[in-house]
Every structure is written in C-alpha cells, then in structure tokens.
C-alpha cells in the first residue's frame, strides 16, 4: 500500500541520515516531493548539488540531465542515482551532440569567431561541455536574461540550445528584435531565415519543451473572455506569442514566489507543469488559481520519478546495491564544469 511505501521511505531515510541526500524539483509528483531534503527549480538544485559536500548518495528526484550536473558538481566520491532511468527530457533530446558538432562549423563558416554558444541547463553533459570548451556558460530559466546579456559582452551573436523559447523570449526582452533571430534546424542543417544574414544576432536552435508548448494563444484568449480580471503568467518556455499576451513570465521560482506575494482574493491561469501548479493551488485556497490549459500539462518524463522506483532505490542501498548510477565521464565533466561555473559565478 501506499502507507507502507512510504513508511518504509522513511525509515531509509532515518537509517541513511546524512549519508542521503534527496534533491527534487518543483515538477516532481507530491508522492515523492514530500520526501525531499530540499526543493527547488534547476539553477537551485544545481546549487545545493555543488554545495553538498557531505551526503555519500544524492537520490536525484528529477529528470537525466538534472542528475548528471549533480554528479558533475560533486565530488568524485559522491554517488548519484536516478530512481528511473527514463526519466528523460524531450527537450534536451532535441539537441545530439553530434549535430550540434555538424552545426557549429557551418556557423563559422558563416559569421566566423563571432558567436558565443549558450545551453539551457535542459541538455546533455556533452553539450554543456561543447559550450564550456567554445567559451559559452549554461543557462537556467532563472538567469537566462543575465547569461545573454553577458554573453553578448563577450561576442557579436549567441548559438542558444537548445529550446528556442526561452532564447528567443530572452533575447527579446533584452531588446533584440524578432528580425534579428534565426533558427537552425538540426535536421537539415540550415538557417530559417530570410533577410541580410549580416543582421543576425541570435541563433536560436530548433528545440522545444513538450509540456509548455500546450498553452497557447487560443488558451489565454478564452481566459480574456470568460475571466477578464483573471492573470496570466506563463513559464518563458512558452511560445513567444503565448509570452507577449500573459501578464507575465519566468521561472518557476519566479511563478512561485508571484504567486505568494500576490493579495488574498486575486485570481491567476498558469502556464506550467501540472504537478507544480497543483501544488501551487493547494496552497493558496485564498486564491482563485487554475492552468491556463484546462486539460493541464504534465511532464511525463518527471512523472517517471514515483513512491515505488524511489523506494526500490534506496532500499538497494541498504542491501548494499547501488542501482541507476549517473555518471558523467570525466573528459566531459571537465568541459562542462565550465560552462557550469561560468554560470554559477553569475547567478
Ligand atoms: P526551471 O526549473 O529552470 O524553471 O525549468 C523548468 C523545467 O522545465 C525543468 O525541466
Ligand atoms: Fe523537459 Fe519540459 Fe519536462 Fe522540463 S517540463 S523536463 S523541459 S520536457
């Protein structure tokens, strides 16, 4: 039963004591969340990774790429295990590092030395590392407008991967105009663009997240006609579109601490990831709050991490048995730590 799982997630717990550590992001399901020794979005949970210097077992409750900057953030001794293996991102799965190793020298055939990569944290270690090794930084939704404008300190134009949502909402509020963005396909390698390439300032690379890509205009005009004093705030991983017509947009964290500091009474949709505002809207029964798409969005990939895979991962633990290690190699780590600290030095 379900009190008996979690009864015996508890007594793991107690017998590990500080030996665990269990990071979980915002989206994890409750079933899980409610044992995490800390909760957080992923430029957080990046952090106390890299803070944690005594747990020997960092139980990741996220998704692949969450866990791997966990295992490149800590010391070579500490273990990191993903509770279910499939617990993957679409997003980051958009961008291989073989094509993105085929993308950068037709880049720089075309605008020489003048782009500076940067990857949303959502991507594999061997990317990030890619990007620490051609001088770029790793990006949160947190920080993402902090990084592009650094980078734009840095070099002429930016190769953001690999959602480009978050690099083009970015970029436009940092006042580069849609004129200025082009896309690259992976698939086909080539550029969508059609004006005077010289113009380009962004490169946005063609990924997307497959939780947010469901809310859409047609959402936030249904809540403009049915709740006209309701707001909308949406996650920058949202079309463009979608961005410009909410009241406002950002992180997770952002959405959470907005939330929380808004009056008593005030009525809010949330484009976000269904397990959070749920959680969101349990709460704060003080406030009118539901999804901006009524059918909500879960992220199935997250969704993977349940009560059963994390007792089956730590109770391996206490017969000895580490299962679903992550571990980053170490020539890759050594390129992502990079774009990592890069990052980390400036958020
Ligand atoms: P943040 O945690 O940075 O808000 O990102 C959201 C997300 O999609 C995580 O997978
Ligand atoms: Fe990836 Fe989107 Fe799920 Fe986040 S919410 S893990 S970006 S698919």
């Given at each position: 039963s379900v009190e008996e799982m979690e009864k015996r997630v508890a007594d793991v717990k107690q017998q590990l004591g500080t030996r665990l550590f269990i990071p979980g992001h915002h989206y994890q399901k409750d079933e899980v969340i409610q044992f995490a020794d800390a909760t957080g979005d992923s430029l957080q949970l990046a952090q106390v990774a890299a803070k944690n210097?005594?747990?020997?077992y960092i139980v990741f409750c996220g998704v692949h790429f969450m866990a791997e900057t966990a295992d490149i953030l800590t010391s070579d001794e500490q273990i990191v295990i993903l509770p279910?293996?499939?617990?993957?991102?679409s997003m980051a799965d958009m961008a291989e590092i073989e094509q993105v190793e085929r993308a950068w020298p037709l880049l720089q055939q075309r605008f020489g030395d003048t782009i500076l990569p940067l990857t949303y944290v959502n991507s594999t270690a061997a990317i990030k590392a890619f990007v620490g090794l051609h001088g770029g930084a790793t990006v949160t939704s947190s920080n993402a407008k902090k990084m592009v404008a650094w980078a734009f300190t840095q070099k002429e134009r930016i190769f953001f991967l690999p959602d480009q949502h978050l690099g083009r909402n970015t970029a436009y509020d940092l006042g580069?105009?849609?004129?200025?963005m082009a896309v690259w396909d992976p698939t086909t390698n080539t550029l969508e663009y059609d004006g005077d390439m010289e113009q380009i300032k962004v490169i946005l690379w063609k990924g997307h997240c497959s939780v947010h890509e469901n809310f859409t205009v047609k959402h936030i005009e249904h809540i403009r006609k049915t709740k006209p004093d309701m707001k909308i705030i949406v996650h920058p991983e949202c079309s463009w579109e979608v961005v410009q017509q909410a009241d406002d947009a950002g992180s997770t964290k952002y959405i959470i601490e907005t939330i929380a500091n808004a009056p008593s009474g005030s009525k809010w949709a949330i484009g976000t990831e269904m397990n959070l505002v749920n959680r969101i809207i349990k709460q704060h029964p003080d406030k009118e709050i539901v999804s901006l798409n009524p059918y909500m969005c879960p992220c199935l990939t997250m969704n993977r991490i349940d009560l059963p895979h994390l007792l089956w991962a730590l109770e391996s633990l206490l017969e000895g048995k580490v299962v679903n290690r992550i571990t980053v190699p170490k020539d890759v780590a050594d390129g992502a730590i990079l774009a990592l600290e890069r990052m980390l030095a400036r958020a």
């Open positions: 210097k005594d747990a020997e279910d293996m499939r617990a993957g991102c580069v105009p849609l004129e200025q």
